[in-house]
């Protein structure tokens, strides 16, 4: 995985990715670009995440923060290992439109974290949307409920260093394997997303929309073949191939249908793939 920046001294690294040129709407007129800056992006001590949203969340839903699974502060989930309800009392800073910090916000539950087919942590915070908004004029990131698609031009903002990374969606992953670990269906970015430590958790975003398609986690960086900070890619045969300088991100589209009324996960709920405990 990218590694969390204080992971820099542990295993994990990180990856980004970046944004392309808009990709036109599918009518004859162009879609103007969304504008994408760090606005609802957080800085996390040792990652970077968003506070973020579903299609049906309601303004007065506590809000949630999307990262890593291995950003997680109790340590990396192991393979196969699903957390939920796990108190936490972790701070984040966020971020408005210009990457200046304009409030800390705290969370009181790991909602869902695991590094098993994917690698994200979701908390939940102990403010709503609305009050958000009210005291600071900033929105949480939409999480977009379809699958990505391959040339979709994205970025990654990262709320630990301030920067983002342009690219586009190269293509998708059947697995990526780093480590003990295996992630599904990921997201690997075109070269120009040249992520670094501290980036892991970072939104990537559709420039098109504003919203988030995937959550940064990992690149390649020494050209090793399925080890910590070097993922392989595993197609359905079995085949394995490695490129190194190259990042991927794991999808989020999946995670809307695993919470219900009032931002409450519910990973019985009619559509939800995610791992279970």
């Known amino acids: 995985m990218n590694k969390p920046l204080l992971a820099a001294l542990s ?7 970046g944004a392309t040129p808009a990709v036109a709407a599918p009518h004859s ?25 579903f299609p049906n969340s309601a303004d007065s839903d506590p809000a949630l923060v999307l990262t890593n699974g291995h950003c997680l502060e109790t340590g990396f989930p ?46 939940r915070l102990t403010t709503t949307y609305a009050k958000i908004k009210s005291a600071y004029g900033i929105s949480p990131l939409t999480v977009n409920d379809a699958h990505p698609t391959a040339g979709t031009a994205i970025k990654v903002v990262s709320g630990y260093w301030k920067r983002t990374y342009s690219c586009n ?82 999808e989020t589209y999946q995670i809307p249908a695993c919470f219900t009324t009032g931002n409450k996960l519910n990973l019985d709920a009619s559509g939800c793939v995610l791992p279970k405990p």
């Open 169 to 250: 969606v190269d293509g998708f992953v059947y697995r990526l394997k780093e480590g003990d670990w295996t992630w599904k269906d990921s997201l690997r970015y075109t070269s120009s997303c040249n992520t670094i430590g501290g980036t892991s958790g970072s939104p990537v975003i559709d420039t098109a929309t504003g919203k988030v398609v995937a959550v940064n986690n990992t690149g390649n960086e020494d050209g090793e073949r399925c080890t910590e900070n070097n993922p392989c890619e595993v197609d359905e045969n079995g085949n394995v191939t490695i490129h190194q300088g190259i990042n991927y991100a794991e």
């Open 11 to 17: 295993s994990l690294a990180i990856a980004g990715l």
């Open 29 to 53: 007129v162009a879609k103007p670009k969304a504008t994408v800056d760090f606005a609802g992006t957080v800085a996390l001590s040792n990652c970077s995440g968003s506070v973020i949203r």
């Open 78 to 123: 192991e393979p196969g290992q699903v957390i939920t309800g796990q108190s936490s009392s972790r701070t984040f800073g966020l971020l408005n439109s210009a990457g200046g910090k304009v409030a800390t916000l705290r969370a009181d539950q790991v909602v869902y974290s695991t590094m098993t087919d994917t690698d994200v942590t979701i908390y």
